[in-house]
């Protein structure tokens, strides 16, 4: 990673009790065939504005091109949450072009009523003290075991670093979601159970749902052979460009 990588912590709630407060009454909001007529168009979203919740109501209209979504949009077709979360959000704050970068932490804040903490692994001095990356590991764990919402990135330092592919496949200034913590046991067999030897490791996720790192511990890279065919079951290891990886 590089070396002006940024780790975000915004504490919460729990992430389940915080969709409801984004999106309440979602049961009462989903398409039901068995009562089309109840259907309006429209939909109530929440976001935390500068000390309380503030109530955002839209209609069903989405922006598209060759009749496709134009920003965010699911794999799923027939699912349209988190575009209309995104136009509800970009309602509240003027327009799309409003949503365009930005900073992680202000938006984890939106979304959670929370308290976000940036951190810089350079002015920490954390990517040369091993001491200090250990403790770091313990944080995220303790962050991610509690139900908070992480993010990370590499920080661009120009307008012209923005969205830039690295070689290792990770893009700079692009906020990643980290998606599990853990520490990974290496061996094969009864004897990985009494060895003393484990792996923290981070899994990490690129909201684009493709373009992954490539280096060591990726999809499908040698590393993954110390590991267990039973431990990469229980960690969920899988090969494919889905946009996540360890």
Same mark, same amino acid.
């Given at each position: 990673m590089? $070396?002006?990588? @940024?780790?975000?912590? %915004?504490?919460?709630e729990g992430k389940a009790? =915080?969709?409801?407060?984004?999106?309440?009454?979602?049961?009462d909001q989903e398409w039901d065939d068995e009562k089309p007529e109840a259907y309006a168009g429209i939909f109530h979203f929440r976001f935390?504005?500068?000390g309380e919740w503030v109530d955002v109501v839209i209609d069903d209209r989405l922006p598209t091109a060759n009749g496709e979504l134009v920003y965010c949009h699911s794999n799923d077709k027939n699912e349209f949450w988190s575009a209309l979360v995104e136009k509800a959000y970009a309602k509240m704050c003027g327009c799309y072009e409003a949503l365009d970068g930005g900073n992680?932490? $202000?938006?984890? @804040?939106?979304?959670? %009523?929370?308290?976000?903490?940036?951190?810089? =692994?350079?002015?920490n001095g954390v990517k040369n003290d091993e001491e200090k990356r250990n403790e770091l590991f313990e944080r995220?764990?303790?962050?991610?075991?509690?139900?908070?919402?992480?993010?990370?990135?590499?920080?661009?330092?120009?307008?012209?670093?923005?969205?830039?592919?690295?070689a290792c496949g990770l893009v700079k200034g692009h906020a990643y979601a980290v998606t599990d913590v853990r520490r990974v046991r290496l061996g094969h067999g009864l004897l990985a159970y009494f060895r003393s030897d484990k792996l923290t490791m981070i899994r990490m996720r690129n909201p684009w749902g493709e373009r992954e790192?490539?280096?060591?511990?990726s999809d499908s890279s040698e590393e993954w052979k110390k590991v267990s065919k039973s431990e990469r079951e229980r960690i969920g290891v899988t090969v494919q460009d889905d946009g996540e990886f360890w």
């Amino acid at each position: 990673m590089s $070396d002006s990588e @940024v780790i975000i912590l %915004g504490e919460s709630e729990g992430k389940a009790s =915080l969709c409801g407060w984004v999106i309440p009454d979602w049961k009462d909001q989903e398409w039901d065939d068995e009562k089309p007529e109840a259907y309006a168009g429209i939909f109530h979203f929440r976001f935390w504005r500068f000390g309380e919740w503030v109530d955002v109501v839209i209609d069903d209209r989405l922006p598209t091109a060759n009749g496709e979504l134009v920003y965010c949009h699911s794999n799923d077709k027939n699912e349209f949450w988190s575009a209309l979360v995104e136009k509800a959000y970009a309602k509240m704050c003027g327009c799309y072009e409003a949503l365009d970068g930005g900073n992680t932490a $202000d938006a984890l @804040v939106d979304f959670t %009523g929370g308290v976000s903490e940036p951190m810089d =692994l350079m002015e920490n001095g954390v990517k040369n003290d091993e001491e200090k990356r250990n403790e770091l590991f313990e944080r995220v764990l303790k962050v991610h075991d509690r139900g908070g919402l992480i993010s990370c990135s590499i920080r661009a330092t120009s307008a012209a670093e923005l969205e830039a592919k690295l070689a290792c496949g990770l893009v700079k200034g692009h906020a990643y979601a980290v998606t599990d913590v853990r520490r990974v046991r290496l061996g094969h067999g009864l004897l990985a159970y009494f060895r003393s030897d484990k792996l923290t490791m981070i899994r990490m996720r690129n909201p684009w749902g493709e373009r992954e790192w490539n280096g060591a511990w990726s999809d499908s890279s040698e590393e993954w052979k110390k590991v267990s065919k039973s431990e990469r079951e229980r960690i969920g290891v899988t090969v494919q460009d889905d946009g996540e990886f360890w």
